[in-house]
């Protein structure tokens, strides 16, 4: 997921007697880069402008409403696009996100919509790509960068019990005579110590029930996006464990995150045997100052069952802050494949950066610039 700091003004206060205590916030995150890769789609080498690098482009609207009694009725509605032909990511008017909900000083929030999953807080935050980027796993295929977005979605976010908090979310599949059908559900929680941080989670995704609807007919969307996985689209389900830790040692931080990926087949998918993928990240954080951070990490990523492949991801990254609002960034990845992805030969792809590579061997470059208003 990429991580935003949403810093909005109050634009609008609803009158009536709840004059001081309703408010709709505009907000959004600005994000732009020159990107350099050797080894893309087949070809050599590209140099290109590219959104979206550290943080997804999007402007939104979000407000509550305080209803008395430690009660405020809540509400976001967020929508991505491309910054340079202005465009939307999804063709949804907001495909980020799109939730109504309560939230109770004492019992947490619950929400309602288009959201993303439970791991994508607790477990997010203890990630490297909590910081920077490319840093997780080639494709995204352990969902660790939040690609995928949940419709129908119930989610229910516990307050902080002295350090632990816990997140579960449910989604509806919405197919007639097969309540199951499309259904994701997930749960995770994460616990906070002094200068630790541990989190862990679990997401199920059910692709569709083919003889009553369609493969991929589900209330997941934007799982396969990547060679390292598009062999598995047409999978039964998709089960996704992840779990990570981190401890601050002021001003380094250390961390990692293991995940494991399973892609399970049935009757009415191309493939016959679970492809799995076993991948495991370590990462160091160095805050020179409160305005300047480096980043290293190394992926390893290994997949097996109906194909197997491995991959070797090592990434370098710092951050510089202008002001509170505005940043530059330079990112630096190299990525390597060998084996079997299930459509031919592996190809390198860093992190969910997206290209391709078509090649064994892949290098990134991006420098950029991201304004958050």
């Not at 070809?43 to 590219?50: A, V």
């Amino acid at each position: 997921m990429k991580k935003t700091l949403l810093i909005g003004t109050t634009f609008l206060v609803v009158p009536f007697s709840a004059l001081a205590q309703s408010t709709v916030t505009l907000y959004g995150v600005l994000d732009q880069a020159l990107q350099y890769v050797h080894n893309t789609g087949g070809k050599s080498n590209q140099i290109s402008l590219q959104g979206s690098q550290y943080s997804t482009n999007i402007w939104g609207l979000k407000g509550s409403e305080d209803l008395g009694g430690g009660l405020s009725a809540i509400f976001k509605l967020e929508s991505s696009f491309d910054i340079n032909n202005g465009k939307s990511n999804s063709g949804l008017l907001f495909g980020r996100q799109a939730y109504v909900g309560i939230k109770s000083e004492t019992y947490g929030s619950f929400t309602f919509g288009r959201q993303f999953d439970a791991l994508s807080g607790p477990v997010g935050d203890v990630q490297p790509n909590n910081w920077q980027y490319y840093f997780t796993a080639p494709g995204d295929v352990d969902n660790a960068d939040s690609t995928v977005m949940f419709n129908n979605a119930v989610k229910w976010t516990s307050p902080d019990f002295h350090g632990l908090r816990v997140v579960s979310a449910y989604s509806f599949g919405g197919v007639a005579g097969a309540t199951g059908s499309g259904q994701a559900y997930s749960v995770a929680a994460g616990y906070s110590w002094d200068k630790a941080e541990a989190a862990a989670g679990y997401l199920h995704i059910d692709n569709g029930n083919a003889t009553l609807s369609s493969r991929g007919t589900t209330s997941a969307t934007g799982l396969f996006s990547s060679v390292v996985n598009s062999a598995y689209s047409s999978a039964s389900h998709i089960n996704i464990v992840r779990a990570g830790a981190n401890y601050n040692f002021d001003p380094i931080t250390v961390g990692a995150y293991y995940s494991y990926s399973e892609y399970v087949p049935d009757g009415s998918s191309t493939f016959h045997t679970t492809e799995r993928y076993n991948n495991v990240a370590i990462y160091g954080v160095y805050q020179v100052n409160p305005a300047l951070q480096f980043e290293a990490g190394y992926d390893f990523l290994k997949s097996h069952g109906d194909s197997s492949a491995t991959y070797h991801q090592i990434s370098l990254a710092g951050d510089y802050l202008l002001s509170k609002r505005t940043d530059m960034y330079l990112s630096l990845g190299y990525g390597h494949a060998s084996g079997n992805n299930g459509l031919g030969a592996a190809q390198a792809v860093i992190g969910d950066s997206w290209p391709n590579a078509g090649n064994s061997t892949q290098e990134l470059a991006i420098v950029g610039i991201r304004h958050r208003f």
